[in-house]
């Protein structure tokens, strides 16, 4: 919970829900938990705006809320973490399209727009708004296959229950794969009115299988990127076994018998890869997969032909290495990156031994490796010699780093990016509201008059109050703001992988 | 040696007894191997010997030993006083390693002034020379004329006159990347199976070695063992792995990162000097921001 978090919460606030939710969501990060009275004093808004503030946020599980020491007043506290999810959406849609096709697409991104609601509500709601596009050609019927798997694949979950205390508590549930009634559906859509169906199970996206899927990505890419294709898919087979034995986010795996790895193989139909020769040569790659995969896989014992651990501690401490490695390498030269990398496999090293082990001249490595130390990439400790040997002991200063003191401060600085380039697409955003508004409002003008029929004359009259230079720079800032939202979804990326190492303890 | 050749016979034997025996020898093996010998004509003919510089004289055990004067020794000290054959001695034993003046001066007992002198010289007869050593370049070791410097002393292949020559260094670097480039795809798809795959892609230092040599950027011979020392700066620069084979050697593979460049290092502020500096509202903002109007416009 860094000043720098807050700051880029702030701003993701401001960016999807504007100033006031902005407003409140910052008070909670700054003071923590604290009840409705409290907030209204702080923030200076009307109740009822905070009211309001607040169960938006409680509804996008931004925050959440429990008893007070009073019983029947409710404290509130930000989840700041939840806010960072927001930027992530696009990657959601993109996987479970990717997964599932253009419908799953569909539905997630309005289950992720309503927060939780109903699977009839949602199949209905979908349904009636692709009723009239005839490209994609929507069924109530396929979306509702569509929505049973995915519900099965565990990407959509039951939102929890609130139980029926004053302040009430919500209550994870199993979720269990509905029966949906296709007619009563239809029956709804045709008399528009939700009223006769009863349907009180509510839904939400399940984030956290997504991440699973991120991580597994990351792992079977960086795999592929040592070894080959092949090597990448004996890595997503065994993620996929240890999905099976073991707690999804585990330190370390259940230990997979080659067996069931053999069968895997045997089983699997991916076309990037060889299979026949994976099939041919599978011990030789788990071989290989063990000794020069960065240790993201070991063997553990004999038994069923051999034993693998997929160790997932050691694989974000890998990944998380790598990109520090990228950072210091872009930041203070390729030269730099070596010293660092030095340091780190040496643990302690004396400044004269770094100097003969990566080959650079005295005043360079010299500079270079207290450059390091002024951006706390690395750290020294000094070790004096005991008094009494007298004024010829010198201290001897040992340079090591501080894995998880540098994770930190490699997040701040992603913090610090995504402030900034969130901050800039708002700030290009105002420079030119009056632009983007007039074009959307010449938008749907020309939508509505298309839906009317009217003569394409008129509609060229209404778009050429467009003029040519307004269009340019129209053209110029949609490419800025798509460059910085792309710019978002890297260092969410980023900060996937940080987050990952920080989730197992150290 | 020629001069005492036509002397007389029993000093060219006890000579030739002396050849034989590096490690010294005793009067009883001289008497061995030239029994007609008296032992008044022993001690004359030793001392003549010892006389002309041809002997060291050691007590070994009680029992005096003599041992033979390498050729050069004898020849440098010709014409040399006493204090001058001790330091000569002194910086001989030292080899090629040096011997610092502190140290001459310590175990000759010699005065400082007198010492300078000497050194001085021995120089200007070109029997000894100064070397600078790389560690400390204010630390002077002297060693006889004709030595190469010890690798500790010169610094190896990369000091060019007591400079660190890191454009070779860079140079050899690049060059050992490439050729471990060439062989690290061999391990994608191998039609054999990635454990042959790998073996392919792996360099031992020896290979590497033969590479640069024949592609003769070098006009210093190279040993494995700056090979090998260029290698690990490859390891340490995250380009390479190294990795033992079963018999011993070490070899080097070609690697890429793990995970391609991360977000933080696509956006400006990733590599900003004053990303420290950066605030909601003074001087340096993101909204003013130069390097992201850059970063922007392209």
Excluded at chain 2, 181 to 197: L, S, W
Aim: charge should be neutral.
């Amino acid at each position: 919970m860094s000043h720098q978090l807050g700051r880029v919460v702030s701003e993701i606030l401001h960016q999807y829900f504007g100033e006031i939710v902005q407003k409140v969501g910052h008070d909670l990060f700054i003071y923590g938990t604290k009840p409705i009275p409290m907030i209204v004093k702080t923030t200076g808004l009307p109740r009822k705006q905070v009211v309001d503030s607040l169960r938006t946020l409680v509804k996008f599980d931004l925050v959440s809320f429990e008893p007070s020491f009073n019983e029947v007043v409710a404290d509130y506290k930000l989840n700041p973490d939840n806010v960072l999810l927001l930027i992530r959406y696009p990657r959601y849609l993109l996987q479970i399209k990717t997964k599932f096709g253009s419908e799953a697409e569909i539905l997630v991104e309005e289950l992720l727009q309503q927060a939780s609601c109903t699977a009839s509500f949602l199949l209905v709601t979908v349904a009636a708004k692709y009723k009239d596009d005839k490209k994609k050609n929507i069924t109530l019927v396929k979306l509702r296959d569509v929505f049973i798997s995915i519900a099965t694949a565990r990407y959509i979950q039951q939102a929890p229950v609130a139980d029926k205390s004053e302040v009430p508590s919500l209550e994870p549930v199993a979720t269990i794969v509905p029966d949906i009634d296709i007619r009563q559906l239809a029956q709804a859509i045709a008399t528009d009115t939700l009223a006769d169906v009863s349907d009180n199970i509510y839904w939400k996206v399940n984030f956290d299988r997504f991440h699973q899927d991120f991580r597994d990505d990351i792992m079977v890419k960086a795999i592929t990127r040592r070894i080959d294709e092949n090597a990448g898919e004996l890595m997503h087979l065994l993620l996929q076994n240890m999905y099976l034995t073991s707690a999804e986010w585990a330190a370390e795996s259940n230990p997979t018998p080659v067996l069931d790895l053999r069968d895997a193989v045997d089983r699997a139909d991916r076309t990037d890869c060889d299979r026949n020769l994976l099939q041919q040569y599978m011990d030789h790659y788990l071989r290989v997969l063990e000794e020069n995969g960065a240790g993201f896989v070991v063997r553990v014992g004999e038994a069923g032909g051999g034993q693998y651990v997929v160790r997932g501690r050691d694989a974000a401490t890998q990944l998380l290495l790598a990109a520090l490695d990228h950072t210091v390498t872009e930041r203070l030269g390729s030269k730099a990156a070596r010293i660092f990398r030095l340091i780190r496999t040496k643990k302690y090293i004396e400044e004269d031994d770094i100097q003969k082990h990566a080959m650079l001249p005295n005043k360079e490595c010299k500079e270079l490796t207290y450059k390091l130390l002024e951006e706390h990439f690395i750290s020294i400790q000094p070790m004096r010699k005991a008094a009494s040997s007298g004024a010829m002991a010198k201290a001897v200063y040992l340079y090591h780093i501080k894995l998880h003191d540098v994770a930190q401060s490699l997040r701040e600085m992603c913090y610090r990016a995504l402030h900034n380039t969130l901050r800039r697409a708002q700030h290009t955003r105002a420079a030119h509201a009056r632009l983007l508004d007039k074009q959307r409002r010449v938008r749907t003008i020309v939508h509505t008059m298309r839906v009317r029929g009217e003569p394409q004359q008129h509609i060229d009259d209404v778009e050429e109050t467009l003029t040519p230079p307004e269009l340019s720079t129209l053209k110029d800032v949609e490419a800025r703001l798509k460059q910085l939202s792309a710019a978002q979804l890297a260092l969410d990326k980023n900060l996937f992988i940080l987050n990952w190492y920080f989730m197992y303890p150290h | 040696m020629s001069s005492s050749k036509n002397d007389d016979p029993i000093s060219e034997k006890i000579l030739n007894v002396a050849k034989k025996n590096p490690k010294g020898i005793s009067d009883k093996d001289i008497l061995a191997a030239v029994p007609e010998l008296s032992a008044a004509e022993l001690v004359s003919a030793i001392n003549k010997l010892l006389q002309e510089g041809l002997f060291d004289l050691y007590n070994q055990g009680g029992s005096l030993i003599y041992r033979l004067k390498g050729q050069t020794s004898k020849q440098a000290v010709k014409g040399a006083d006493n204090e001058e054959k001790v330091v000569y001695n002194l910086i001989e034993d030292a080899g090629n390693k040096g011997i610092w003046i502190r140290d001459i001066r310590l175990r000759s007992n010699i005065a400082n002034t007198q010492l300078t002198k000497v050194l001085k010289n021995l120089e200007s007869k070109k029997v000894i020379k100064a070397v600078k050593c790389v560690n400390a370049s204010k630390k002077k070791v002297y060693m006889l004329y004709n030595l190469e410097p010890d690798r500790s002393i010169s610094g190896g292949a990369w000091y060019q006159d007591q400079d660190f020559e890191s454009e070779f260094v860079d140079i050899l670097n690049r060059q050992c990347l490439r050729f471990l480039q060439q062989r690290a795809d061999k391990i994608k798809n191998n039609p054999k199976g990635p454990v042959v795959g790998r073996t392919q892609s792996f360099a031992s230092a020896v290979e590497v070695q033969k590479y640069i040599t024949d592609l003769g950027i070098s006009n210093v011979k190279l040993e494995v063992e700056d090979v090998i020392t260029i290698l690990n700066t490859l390891v340490y620069d995250g380009k390479a792995e190294s990795s033992v084979l079963p018999d011993g050697t070490k070899v080097y593979r070609a690697i890429e990162s793990l995970i391609p460049p991360p977000g933080l290092v696509q956006v400006p502020c990733g590599v900003c000097p004053l990303i420290l500096k950066c605030c909601s509202t003074g001087l340096i903002t993101p909204q003013e921001c130069k390097y992201m109007d850059d970063w922007l416009e392209n």
